[in-house]
Structure formats: structure tokens, C-alpha cells
């Protein structure tokens, strides 16, 4: 308990910074301290409650009115993440995410398609990156708030009551990833890959970004997807769309390997790689029980192997833990708050937190391997 409250101190005293005002720094801290606590919903009154106030007005007053900068707090959270977790062959992962919410003042909220929800429904959509290390290691470090066009963008009375700034502009998902691969960039943040699902593996606007860059990605992509499209040559004799580019593929084209452990294990599937020529190749996965394929664009300007390259597609399945660990341990998706910039003041504190309880399994791994090694004669 000694080290939490260590490691705790020490995370505030980052945080005291972005405030000017001590009663500030004291709301943050323990708004800050209720998402990591044990409570089972993580709004402004039961964390009031657990702080031992009697109504949740200043916990409030922190994500509505008070001066601080969520972009700094960004910058924070990523700059701890690296402090403990940086990888040379880390991989970047971006996905949405859907938060459920009633009415329509919420900043962005609409009926749209959530996949977290797996329907239509009522919510705000959240674009995030996270990043994953080759120890297993993985935290949200940047986030972005979808506002559809015409529902908020272009409605000026709607974005001066969430209190939507006026530079905001409409920008698609696959451009708030590529704006978050931006600053991660500037930031220094070491990492090989940069993985994706389809939303964002079949823009080619991102996908454009990325190889002008010379940023390495391994992204999913429809069965339907057209080899030759972002300047990819068929030169090599290849058919036009990847699901028939794979029913080429013979018995000794595919390999059996494991791309990451699971809840019920190792994620073990078929994996099969076809070459489409300067740098890009895709992928094939086929699922061992019911022979379902999955489809990856991969620009690998290295040449790496295609056990690097299944390494990385598999690291897109913890930004999905990413999500699940931050909404059941850091209140992700318990706020209360319905201007634009509150979202991302509790989404960031919240990822702070999630940060926090990483560095700390983290800790608790490494003192494990210690304690074992120091028993081995």
C-alpha cells in the first residue's frame, strides 16, 4: 500500500501543475483518487461521497468551470505512460469507442452505430490511440471526441450550448487518428507499427499519411478491398480484390501461429501472406474452427517477417482491454458532463488513472520475478 500511495503522490504532484489555484489541485485530486477507488459507479456524487463532500458542486466546477487545459493533462499522461512503458517495438492501435447517453445536449451525442454497443443507438463516440509495449504492457494515451457534421458542426446554436470552440472544424475518425499519430510523433514517442481495424485501413487518406511517413502499419480490411488502389501495382500477376488474391493461396501457403494471449488463451490462428509489391503486403487469417478469414493491409517498408507482422495485428486486441479495464476501474464512461471540453477533461483524468493502475500491475509483476529470483538457489 506504502508504493500506491507513493507512486499516487507522485502522479498528483504532475498534475498540480495545470492548476493556479490550490483548492483546484485538492478538487483534482480527489476526483483523481475516485476513479481508481472501489466504487461501482465513478460520477461526481459518489465520488463526492467517497471524498467525504456532501454534494458533487465542486467536483463539478473542476470539469466545467474551472481554468485547466485537458491538452496538457494529455500531454501528462502520455509523457508518464513513456516514462515506465516505452518500447522501441511498441505499436500505436487507434479504435472508437461508444458511450451510451440520453437527450441530445451532450457534446457530439446522436443516433449513430457504436460497435461497443453493437447497434444504432443514442451515444457519443470517442476516437483514441493507445499504445501496447512487447512486455504486454498497454495504456490510452490521446483521445479525440467525434462531432458528426451536420447535427453539430454546422449548427452554430447547438455548438455555443455544449460550448464547442469556434476553431473546431468537422474532421472524419480516420483524421483524428492521423492528428493523435501527429502529436505522438513530435512527443518522441518510440514505437515500430501502427495497427488499426477497418474503419481505418480502408482510407486511403490515412493510409497515404502513414507511408509518407514512413510509419509501418498492419491494418484490417474488407474481403472486397481492391489491391490496386493507394498506387499498389498488380504487377505481379495478382487478381484485383484481396478475397481473391487469398483463394489462390495452397495448403503449404498458410502457417499456424499464436498472435497473443486471450481470456480463454492463446489466440492461435491459420496465417498466410501474399506480396503486392513496394513495401505492401496483405495478410490472411482463417479462424481454425469454422474457417473464417479475416483480411490485412500491411505496408512493411523493412521487410519484416510474417511473424512480426501477425505480433502486430494480434496488438490490436488490447485497445480493446484498454477500454474495458478503463470503463470497470476508471470510470471511462461514468461521467456526467455534457460540454464539449468537460468530456475531455474526465476522459483524460480518466485516463490518468487508468495509466496509474497499469503502472502499478506493472510494479506488482516486477516484484513477483524479484521475489522468485531471489528464492532460486
Given amino acids: 500500500m506504502a508504493v500506491w500511495d507513493r507512486e499516487f503522490r507522485d502522479v498528483c504532484a504532475r498534475l498540480d501543475g495545470l492548476f493556479y489555484r490550490t483548492d483546484s ?16 459507479r465513478k460520477n461526481g456524487w459518489t465520488i463526492a461521497e467517497y471524498s467525504g463532500d ?13 481554468p485547466w487545459d485537458a491538452a496538457e493533462a494529455r500531454d501528462l499522461v502520455r509523457d508518464y505512460a513513456m516514462e ?28 449513430q452505430y457504436s460497435g461497443t454497443l ?52 468537422f474532421a472524419t475518425r480516420p483524421k483524428q487518428v492521423q492528428a493523435m499519430i501527429a ?8 514505437f515500430a507499427w501502427f495497427a488499426a481495424d477497418e474503419e481505418f485501413g480502408q482510407n486511403p487518406g490515412l493510409r497515404t499519411y502513414l507511408e509518407a511517413e514512413g510509419i509501418a502499419y498492419a491494418m484490417a480490411v474488407p474481403k472486397n478491398t481492391d489491391i490496386t488502389t493507394g498506387g499498389i501495382s498488380s504487377a505481379a500477376g495478382l487478381p484485383t480484390l484481396v478475397k481473391h488474391a487469398q483463394s489462390r493461396l495452397t495448403g503449404h501457403d498458410w502457417s499456424r501461429r499464436a498472435c497473443g494471449i486471450g481470456a480463454k488463451g492463446f489466440r492461435v490462428y491459420d496465417w498466410a501472406m501474399v506480396d503486392a509489391g513496394d513495401g505492401h503486403q496483405y495478410v490472411f487469417r482463417r479462424n481454425i474452427s469454422d474457417g473464417e478469414l479475416g483480411y ?20 490490436r486486441w488490447p485497445i480493446e482491454e484498454c477500454f474495458e479495464a478503463a470503463k470497470s476501474e476508471a470510470g471511462l464512461d461514468n461521467y ?12 483524460t483524468l480518466s485516463m490518468l488513472a487508468m495509466a ?11 516484484d513477483q520475478r524479484d521475489l522468485r529470483a531471489s528464492r532460486t538457489p
Fill in 118 to 169: 453493437g447497434r444504432i443507438d443514442n451515444c457519443q463516440i470517442g476516437v483514441f490511440l493507445a499504445y501496447a509495449n512487447t512486455a504486454g504492457d498497454r495504456v490510452l494515451i490521446d483521445r479525440e471526441l467525434y462531432l458528426p457534421d451536420a447535427s453539430w458542426c454546422a449548427d452554430p446554436g447547438r455548438r455555443a450550448e455544449a460550448h464547442v470552440p469556434e476553431k473546431v472544424t
Fill in 296 to 315: 490485412f493491409h500491411c505496408y512493411n517498408p523493412r521487410g519484416e517477417s510474417l511473424t512480426e507482422l501477425v505480433r502486430v495485428i494480434g496488438a
Fill in 183 to 190: 502529436r505522438a510523433v513530435t512527443a518522441g514517442v518510440p
Fill in 25 to 40: 489541485r485538492a478538487h483534482a485530486r480527489h476526483y483523481l483518487r475516485g476513479l481508481i477507488a472501489p466504487l461501482e
Fill in 336 to 347: 456526467q458532463v455534457r460540454l464539449y471540453h468537460a468530456w475531455y477533461r474526465h476522459i
Fill in 356 to 366: 496509474f493502475l497499469a503502472v502499478m500491475r506493472h510494479q506488482a509483476k516486477k
Fill in 54 to 66: 456532501p454534494e458533487p458542486k465542486a467536483l463539478q466546477r473542476l470539469l466545467n468551470l474551472s
Fill in 84 to 111: 515506465h512503458f516505452a518500447d522501441p517495438r511498441g505499436v500505436l492501435i487507434a479504435d472508437p469507442t461508444g458511450f451510451a447517453k440520453k437527450g441530445n445536449k451532450s457534446a457530439g451525442v446522436q443516433r
